[in-house]
């Protein structure tokens, strides 16, 4: 077996889209310039071989192979234990807010294990690493704003303390999801939360941005938002 999956990447690398994913995504480190949709077909046809012994062998050194890897884990076909494992192994490598959306977003047989997945995302809310929260944050709010968890987002939302930007961000995202499905519960929250002011404010601004909150909402929930100082965000 001998995937060239190194060559298949450099084959459709793009200057000009090499050019915007770095000023997109300013951590990413190396990058070749590769679209997701080429990344994701070069994903599946990974996923539908021995994807074990990729996984296992290949080392990544550009942005594009860290995503791909990600997009295997989610792609191939396994049982969710096995596949827990393999996110347990990647998530070290999870390095900025792109890398971390897109896993999630592939990570869909959650839907088929959802309190699995949500007792193995608890220590990740409370991690020391940006991107670990980042991660649980994005996850639930891709797959657990329902009746069941609503209200354990809201409290794990608050019991975030961590200072990096692409976590708080990920928690003001979140909140501005849960709005939309839960207005009032929202509301509520947000009229009590003990989150940050910085990632309070960005809450309610995300909110007011949806095109799909009238305006007359946008107007009550703009009353929620804190006076500060101004600070480093």
């Known amino acids: 077996m001998n995937f060239n999956t190194r060559e298949q990447l450099l084959a459709v690398a793009d200057p000009q889209y ?10 990413a ?43 295997v884990i989610g792609y191939a076909s396994m049982e969710a234990d096995e596949r827990l494992d393999y996110i347990r192994a990647f ?26 997945v ?3 995302l608890q220590p990740y809310f409370s991690s020391e690493k940006e991107f670990d929260v980042r991660f649980a944050v994005v996850m639930s709010l891709c797959f657990f704003i329902d009746d069941q968890h609503i209200r354990q987002i809201f409290t794990r ?10 976590a708080k961000m990920a928690v003001a995202w979140a909140i501005s999801v849960c709005y939309v499905t839960f207005p009032e519960l929202t509301r ?26 009238s305006s007359d909402e946008k107007i009550l929930i703009r009353t929620l938002k804190r006076k500060t100082n101004g600070n480093s965000h």
């Open 118 to 120: 949500w007792d193995f």
């Open 188 to 213: 509520s929250f947000l009229a009590q939360d003990r989150l940050d002011d910085f990632t309070h404010n960005k809450s309610l601004q995300k909110i007011t941005e949806s095109y799909r909150i």
């Open 29 to 71: 480190g190396p990058v070749l310039g590769v679209r997701i949709p080429l990344i994701r077909k070069i994903a599946r046809d990974i996923a539908a071989d021995d994807f074990r012994k990729w996984l296992s062998e290949y080392e990544c050194y550009w942005h594009e192979e860290i995503l791909l890897q990600g997009l």
């Open 157 to 166: 939302m608050d019991q975030i303390n961590h200072d990096g930007y692409y």
């Open 91 to 116: 998530l070290p490598k999870i390095h900025n807010w792109a890398v971390c959306d897109s896993f999630c977003s592939q990570l869909k047989f959650t839907l088929k294990h959802k309190e699995l």
């Open 18 to 27: 090499q050019a915007f994913s770095l000023k997109l995504i300013p951590d």
